[in-house]
């Protein structure tokens, strides 16, 4: 919602090993060259605060019920926003996250197969406003097929929870990624992740962005 607050708000998204790493830091480069006057923050879900990220540590490890799971990207994305958006987005900051909501969508929605319907009040709530939904102003989306990212993904870092699903699952995400960036056109920006990152990162610098 480009209004609500004077900050920016980036999100980056995709199925792991899509390629978002590696052009994040490139882009908040970019970002603040671009615009020396603002200050770039870089964060990432789940994480961002020290709560957060030890959140993340059992997310990412820890077998648990599905509305657990849920329930606990949500508590980490309320810290991530009460300590670090929010205030950041107050102050005329730029935001970028490596992941936010949509991705409690694809991966607990799409992949695992929560409702939506509990996924919408989950974020009705945490990031409810009165002038509407906090909700980035522009969400990057890395595409690429299940068995592409599945090759790319690193073979020297043991998987986590997550990253040792199977194709299906990761179909699935992608899926209701695509599902949700049909729904709102206006806020993602497709990058079709089979390209080279060189064809990658002359897109994402001539994207031109409403700050
Ligand atoms: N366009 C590309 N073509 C080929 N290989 C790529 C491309 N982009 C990234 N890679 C390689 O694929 C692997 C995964 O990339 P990267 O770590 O950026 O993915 P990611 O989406 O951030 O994954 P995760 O969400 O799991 O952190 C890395 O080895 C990276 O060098
Ligand atoms: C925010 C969020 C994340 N996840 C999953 C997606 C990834 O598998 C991991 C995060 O790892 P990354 O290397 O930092 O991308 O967490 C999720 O399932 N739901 C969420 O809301």
Same mark, same amino acid.
């Given at each position: 919602m480009t209004s609500m607050y004077p900050g920016y708000f980036i999100s980056f998204e995709g199925?792991? #090993?899509? @390629?978002?790493s590696t052009h994040i830091e490139a882009f908040q480069k970019l970002m603040q060259e671009r615009y020396p006057n603002r200050e770039v923050v870089m964060t990432r879900e789940p994480g961002g605060t020290p709560l957060g990220e030890q959140l993340r540590g059992l997310l990412l490890d820890a077998p648990m019920n599905l509305e657990t799971e849920a329930l606990l990207m949500f508590a980490a994305r309320r810290e991530h926003i009460a300590q670090v958006i929010e205030p950041a987005l107050m102050a005329g900051k730029i935001v970028i996250s490596d992941r936010f909501t949509d991705a409690s969508f694809a991966?607990?929605?799409? #992949?695992? @197969?929560?409702?939506i319907d509990k996924l919408n009040e989950l974020e009705r709530w945490v990031q409810g406003r009165s002038s509407g939904l906090l909700q980035p102003n522009l969400t990057i989306l890395f595409d690429l097929p299940g068995e592409v990212a599945e090759a790319r993904r690193s073979k020297v870092r043991a998987p986590d929870k997550f990253e040792k699903m199977d194709l299906n699952f990761f179909e699935k995400v992608r899926q209701e990624y695509l599902r949700r960036a049909k729904e709102d056109p206006k806020r993602f920006h497709m990058v079709d992740?089979?390209?080279?990152p060189e064809v990658i990162w002359d897109g994402l610098k001539k994207l031109e962005l409403n700050i």
């Open positions: 199925i792991d #090993g899509a @390629g978002k991966y607990q929605g799409g #992949g695992r @197969g929560l409702s992740a089979t390209q080279t």
